[in-house]
């Protein structure tokens, strides 16, 4: 069965960096477009950004231009989000998102931006 495993997430500074991971299991990585959502509380879950299934495609939210890079190792079956100058604004849990026939999940990861 698909599984999406997200993980990295935690608490940092204003200006930190983290990385998050995200283990995919279940069909065939490399064919797939995988996505990364994020969702604040009281908020809708947003687009954060996408990959194309062999990488050389990417697209971000405006929000996280130039600070946040999607990227992916198909060898590993792996999505990542690097996380760069990060702000109060990007607490949230983090869902890594792959569309086969339907939508499917990760746990999330929850980052927490927090002097």
């Known amino acids: 069965q698909v599984q999406l495993v997200e993980s990295g997430g935690g608490l940092v500074q204003p200006g930190g960096s983290l990385r998050l991971s995200c283990a995919a299991s279940?069909?065939?990585?490399?064919?797939?477009?995988m996505r990364w959502y994020r969702q604040a509380p009281g908020k809708e879950r947003e687009l954060v950004a996408y990959?194309?299934?062999?990488?050389?495609?990417?697209i971000y939210a405006d929000s996280v231009k130039g600070r946040f890079t999607i990227s992916r190792d198909n060898a590993k079956n792996t999505v990542y989000l690097q996380m760069n100058s990060l702000k109060p604004e990007d607490t949230a849990v983090y869902y890594c998102?792959?569309?086969?026939?339907?939508?499917?999940w990760g746990q999330g990861t929850q980052v927490t931006v927090s002097s």
């Open positions: 990959i194309s299934s062999g990488g050389g495609s990417t």
């Open positions: 998102n792959v569309v086969l026939r339907v939508n499917y």
């Open positions: 279940g069909f065939f990585f490399s064919n797939y477009v």
